[in-house]
């Protein structure tokens, strides 16, 4: 597990603006109704994200954190991951996640990101350049949401697993060489799920593939070390936010 109930994000490292949040139901090509939390800045910058939770799918670490993207100007929704199996019900501690983590597809997950798309785009924020924002089981995710045509202007993954076979389609590792869009890599050094050499290795093979990428790992900082209760960790955190922000920023530019 990534969160618990008590996780906080951290504070952006900039001049925090106003933003509203609220929850909402999005639904998918299928007809699938999966929860959402969506969070609008008063003084737009013109960029959005999609924050993909990690296994416990949408709590209050990932609301808390859309209302922080939010407040630094960039539009952003964060998604469930459990609609198809779990309807709507909370995402709390109490929540047995793994037996629906066990069920989840690409193909529909991948139809989950079209729908969160569809409503950023016809929001206020329109077609602005379009980020996801992953988390461990999220961070996997979100850099395989780089072998799709899903239209990104780049992804950002933290603590992203190299090992979990989705859907029996190969490993990160396996398949990182399919990535179409920039990535910008956090991970912690002693984090004992994710060794360096994996994290080298997904490196080696971004650069093999040309495709523009940044993979960082803080010495000593575990999975999980981006969180407001870690106050061990929090240069590491907040070279972390820097890091998304100026990623978002730079390649939204590039796109203007």
Not at 33 to 51: C, E, H, N, T, W
Not at 67 to 87: C, K, N, P, W
Not at 148 to 153: K, V
Request: hydrophobic share 35%; with cysteine; aromatic share 10%.
């Amino acid at each position: 597990m990534c969160y618990d109930d008590n996780a906080r994000p951290p504070l952006p490292p900039v001049d925090g603006g106003s933003a509203h949040g609220e929850d909402i139901v999005l639904t998918a090509a299928d007809g699938t109704r999966f929860a959402a939390y969506s969070a609008y800045p008063d003084k737009p910058l013109g960029a959005q994200v999609i924050i993909y939770p990690d296994v416990r799918g949408l709590h209050q670490f990932y609301k808390e954190l859309t209302l922080r993207f939010a407040e630094t100007g960039i539009q952003a929704v964060a998604i469930d991951y459990f609609g198809r199996t779990a309807g709507l019900t909370a995402r709390n501690d109490s929540f047995e996640y793994m037996p629906h983590v066990q069920q989840m597809h690409l193909e529909t997950f991948f139809s989950d990101v079209k729908a969160a798309q569809e409503y950023l785009h016809s929001s206020q924020g329109g077609n602005a350049p379009t980020f996801a924002v992953g988390f461990c089981l999220g961070g996997t995710l979100s850099m395989l949401s780089g072998t799709q045509d899903l239209g990104f202007t780049g992804l950002v993954g933290f603590y992203a697993g190299m090992s979990r076979n989705m859907d029996g389609k190969g490993t990160l590792l396996d398949r990182a060489g399919e990535i179409k869009y920039p990535v910008l890599g956090l991970f912690g050094g002693a984090d004992q799920g994710i060794p360096n050499d994996q994290v080298q290795a997904l490196d080696q093979k971004l650069g093999n593939t040309g495709i523009e990428h940044e993979i960082i790992s803080y010495p000593g900082a575990p999975h999980s070390f981006f969180d407001r209760r870690s106050t061990e960790f929090a240069e590491a955190s907040t070279d972390a936010w820097n890091r998304v922000l100026r990623f978002i920023t730079a390649h939204s530019n590039r796109q203007a």
